[in-house]
T-cell receptor, first 113, second 111 residues
Framework: DADVTQTPRNRITKTGKRIMLECSQT?????MYWYRQDPGLGLRLIYY???????NKGEISDGYSVSRQAQAKFSLSLESAIPNQTALYFC????????????FGPGTRLTVL | TQLLEQSPQFLSIQEGENLTVYCNSS?????LQWYRQEPGEGPVLLVT?????EVKKLKRLTFQFGDARKDSSLHITAAQPGDTGLYLC???????????FGKGTRLSVIA
């Protein structure tokens, strides 16, 4: 079984809808991240959490919110989706003792019409 | 301003050729990582370099960390179609901050 799982893997939605992307991990890492990937723009950090009680904004947090329900679960929400949020979204985990090496999930492809 | 600049952005070469991609910054990093991402998948770690001047080899891939720990390079010898993918560098700044990623180099190796 995959160490980092994301659901759904693909989602098509309409402008204005609320969307939640979920991430679960079995690696036992304290740190979790949400990234967005667009062609030519690389990986951009949306939010990160260094432990269950810690939530931090990343480079592009506007229009997004997160919830860290447990050590193993980190959800990303789009309260009112807009077309420029169409992108590939990745969840990742890391262990601070290994230089924060990132372990990525398989990604969620989100399309907002 | 991008903290980590990767070049070139795109590279298309013939099988058997050698290539080098670069990752540059004006900031000092405590460590630097290289990832490869294949279509439809998340990035996967290739190597971590932590000491200025360090050179690591992974089969046909050679990674170097600059003496001042501000830059790194990835050299591939005799590229193969299986090397095709997006190569990302990521740096760890001092302090309790997340990794900083470059925008990546998209490599295409043609048979």
């Amino acid at each position: 079984d995959a160490d980092v799982t994301q659901t759904p893997r693909n989602r098509i939605t309409k402008t204005g809808k609320r969307i939640m992307l979920e991430c679960s991990q079995t690696k036992g890492h304290d740190r979790m991240y949400w990234y967005r990937q667009d062609p030519g723009l690389g990986l951009r950090l949306i939010y990160y959490s260094f432990d269950v009680k810690d939530i931090n904004k990343g480079e592009i947090s506007d229009g997004y919110s997160v919830s860290r329900q447990a050590q193993a679960k980190f959800s990303l929400s789009l309260e009112s989706a807009i077309p420029n949020q169409t992108a590939l979204y990745f969840c990742a985990t890391s262990d601070r003792t290994w230089g924060d090496t990132q372990y990525f999930g398989p990604g969620t492809r989100l399309t907002v019409l | 301003t991008q903290l980590l600049e990767q070049s070139p952005q795109f590279l298309s070469i013939q099988e058997g050729e050698n290539l080098t991609v670069y990752c540059n910054s004006s900031s000092v990093f405590s460590s630097l990582q290289w990832y490869r991402q294949e279509p439809g998948e998340g990035p996967v770690l290739l190597v971590t370099v932590v000491t200025g001047g360090e050179v690591k080899k992974l089969k046909r891939l050679t990674f170097q960390f600059g003496d001042a720990r501000k830059d790194s390079s990835l050299h591939i010898t005799a590229a193969q179609p299986g090397d095709t993918g997006l190569y990302l560098c990521a740096g760890k700044l001092t302090g309790n901050t997340p990794l900083v990623f470059g925008k990546g180099t998209r490599l295409s190796v043609i048979a």
